[in-house]
């Protein structure tokens, strides 16, 4: 058992904290979070012997801990995977004409600096399957393949998702930039 | 090879910038790039904002309260007898107020030591292979200018001795120390294995070899630390043009492969040193996707 208990803590400990930011961030709440956490972990654990020694340890925990958060959250795996209407898949497209959005394209990390808890917040936003995808393309740097796997729903639908989600956070951007006169800053 | 328009490119723009796009239609667009200015400008805009984006969404630790709590889990899932937990939660809040061991002097040795290994244990076991290397390397580094002298184990010995007291780990590795290392063969001469506690952990030096990998020369430094057999592996960077390819090793960790065990690696001072959390019987190096 030591031996075996050895490897999957050694594999869990550089996940720990990219578990904790994706159930906190896609859960409503901490505690939520927190239970989501240690029912993935002790549910890959139990499970371990299933997975395959020099395949992706972080790809398999992740999904665990997807289905996990789904099955916690009534009506997010109904509604992860719905294609809902196509009104912000043109959106960058639209974003493109914005002045402002050209000032946030001019140089972002200034002001992503000053709003980045408006940016996190702003995810909450998104809709469950969005913000799921999202999180594990952007912040895990998850391969399509890999978040598809993990979530459950197909490539198309994990593209569909990530371009959506995208664009909602590049509006919310580009809003936070008008209104604080942030890209007229930075005209010389 | 298809040529694609401005608005195709636009199109496949973050699927391009994922790396998620196929090797033709990878090589229309950057036949695009390379032609059309506006376009080029406004990729790497977008990845740039995408990179920033990413950046706020990287930040965030498990907190200390929820970490525990999930070790006390973990520990409970793994069957362990009660008494044992009870020093495990006594370990944990001693390291918690200072890292002071207050298991007593005649208890008996814990039936798994990994088990005893918090969240906070793990990390300083990473801690403790940087200070085993930094040792090894420096006394290497002095060794190679003497490597035939009598003493140079003992005094290694004595280094050893002296260092596993310390309460603060050595983090810089210098690259001349790695080429010593490398030069002298010291690999050979010291008398492994070494014991010792390092911040009231008991760690065991077991031995250190020079391996070749793909005509890499490496050093793999194995040592026991509370049960756990780690490896620790020091490349020098310049020998590692073969392998990174495209990839630039900078200041952050990266993640690879050794022995078939995803680990992370940290440049330092011109070495690629890195921990694999379990032995590694030899160095087969590769990057992780």
Redesign the interface.
């Known amino acids: 058992?030591?031996d075996r208990?050895?490897?999957f803590?050694?594999?869990l400990?550089?996940e720990?904290?990219a578990?904790?930011?994706y159930a906190?961030?896609v859960c409503w709440d901490r505690s939520s979070a927190?239970d989501c956490?240690?029912e993935a972990?002790?549910i890959a654990?139990?499970k371990f012997d299933t997975f395959t020694?020099?395949t992706?340890?972080?790809a398999w925990i992740f999904r665990i801990l997807a289905n996990c958060i789904l099955n916690a959250n009534n009506g997010l795996r109904r509604r992860q995977s719905k294609v809902v209407s196509s009104e912000h898949m043109d959106l960058v497209?639209a974003l493109d004409k914005e002045e402002a959005y050209q000032g946030?394209?001019?140089d972002?990390?200034p002001l992503?600096d000053r709003v980045?808890e408006e940016?996190?917040n702003a995810?909450k936003g998104l809709s469950p399957g969005e913000r799921m995808v999202f999180?594990l393309?952007?912040?895990e740097?998850f391969?399509?393949r890999e978040i598809a796997d993990a979530v459950e729903i197909p490539i198309g639908t994990v593209?569909s998702h990530?371009?959506r989600a995208?664009a909602k956070?590049?509006e919310a951007l580009t809003e936070h930039a008008e209104s604080t006169g942030f890209a007229r800053n930075q005209d010389p | 090879m298809t040529t694609v328009n401005c608005r195709d490119a636009?199109a496949l723009l973050?699927?391009y910038l994922?790396?998620?796009l196929d090797a033709a239609a990878t090589a229309s667009v950057q036949e695009h790039l390379a032609v059309c200015a506006t376009c080029a400008r406004?990729f790497e805009?977008?990845a740039?904002?995408?990179s920033?984006?990413?950046?706020?969404?990287?930040?965030?630790?498990?907190?200390a309260d929820?970490?525990e709590?999930?070790d006390a889990?973990?520990v409970e899932?793994?069957?362990m007898p009660a008494d044992v937990a009870r020093r495990l939660d006594e370990r944990l809040a001693a390291e918690a107020s200072g890292g002071v061991d207050v298991r007593p002097a005649d208890a008996p040795p814990a039936p798994?030591?990994?088990?005893r290994?918090s969240?906070s244990a793990?990390?300083w076991v990473a801690a403790a292979a940087v200070l085993l290397v930094a040792v090894t390397l420096w006394f290497a580094d002095r060794g190679a200018a003497r490597e035939d002298g009598p003493d140079w184990a003992g005094r290694f010995v004595s280094a050893w001795e002296a260092a596993a007291e310390r309460r603060t780990a050595p983090t810089v590795v210098d690259a001349d120390g790695v080429r010593a290392m490398l030069a002298a063969h010291a690999v050979g001469q010291v008398p492994f294995p070494l014991t010792g506690r390092v911040h009231d952990h008991s760690v065991e030096l077991l031995g250190a070899r020079e391996e070749r990998f793909d005509g890499v020369r490496a050093v793999n430094v194995l040592y026991d630390c509370c049960?756990?057999v780690t490896s620790v592996f020091v490349v020098p960077v310049g020998a590692l043009d073969a392998l990174r390819g495209a990839k630039a090793l900078g200041a952050e960790p990266v993640d690879l492969?050794v022995d078939?065990?995803?680990a992370?690696g940290q440049v330092r001072d011109g070495a690629l040193i890195g921990v694999v959390?379990?032995h590694a019987s030899g160095l087969e190096f590769e990057w992780a996707?």
């Not at chain 2, 920033?52 to 907190?63: E, H, S, Y």
């Open positions: 058992m030591t208990h050895a490897e803590t050694a594999l400990e550089p720990r904290d578990l904790w930011r906190d961030r927190e956490v240690q972990v002790l654990y139990r020694l020099g992706s340890f972080r497209e946030v394209l001019e972002p990390e992503l980045s940016v996190r995810v999180l393309r952007a912040a740097g391969s399509y593209m990530l371009h995208r956070l590049r | 636009r973050m699927p994922d790396s998620e406004r805009r977008e740039r904002l995408e920033a984006l990413a950046d706020v969404f990287r930040v965030g630790t498990m907190p929820v970490s709590r999930l889990r973990l899932a793994s069957g798994s030591p990994i088990l290994l969240a793990w990390r049960g756990v492969v078939g065990v995803r992370r959390s379990r996707d």
